[in-house]
């Protein structure tokens, strides 16, 4: 995948919000997106441009309350036309980049296990943390070589206003 992949400007906003909208076919992931940013929890929001400019694919990256120096990865988008063509591959793999070099220990995702642990997440990682999405389709991936110090899991505040 070698279409360009940058951070979101300010005037990106409403066409993140179109994009994640299209991509889940309704709102409450674009909404999060919004609350994240409007509260200052948005650790990373990358896109991806395609051919013509567009915004064709989304990661968010949010802070979490603890365990200290983890982050959430929620929601990746990819335009319904342009899945399965390996750009939420490419998006995860950057914000997995990111969060290592800047000396994040740990990434927490709810999602599906068939897809996420191709990309190095496991159920195994996130198990010995408490968090009310524990189960079976709660991740994690360590990033650095330590032990990341196990506490309960708090999202950030717009993951509770959810609908
Ligand atoms: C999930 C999503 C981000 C993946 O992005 P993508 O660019 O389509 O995926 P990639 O091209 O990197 O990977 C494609 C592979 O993942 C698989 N895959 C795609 N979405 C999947 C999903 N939700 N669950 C399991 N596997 C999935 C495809 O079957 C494909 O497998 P294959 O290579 O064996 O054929 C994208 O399909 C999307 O926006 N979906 C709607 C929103 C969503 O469900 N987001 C994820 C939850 S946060």
Partial sequence: ???PLRQERPDDAPAIHALITAAFGQEDEANLVDALRQDGDL?????MEGEDGEIIGHIALSRLKSPKNALALAPVSVTPKRQGEGIGGALIRRAIKEARSK?????FVLGDPAYYTRLGFNVETAAPFDCIYAGDY??????GDEKAEVAPVVYADAFGRLG
Wanted: charge should be neutral; aromatic fraction near 10%.
């Fill in 138 to 143: 709660f991740m994690a991936l360590e990033l």
């Fill in 43 to 47: 650790w990373l929001s990358l896109v």
């Fill in 1 to 3: 995948m070698s279409l």
């Fill in 103 to 107: 000396g994040k220990t740990l990434i």
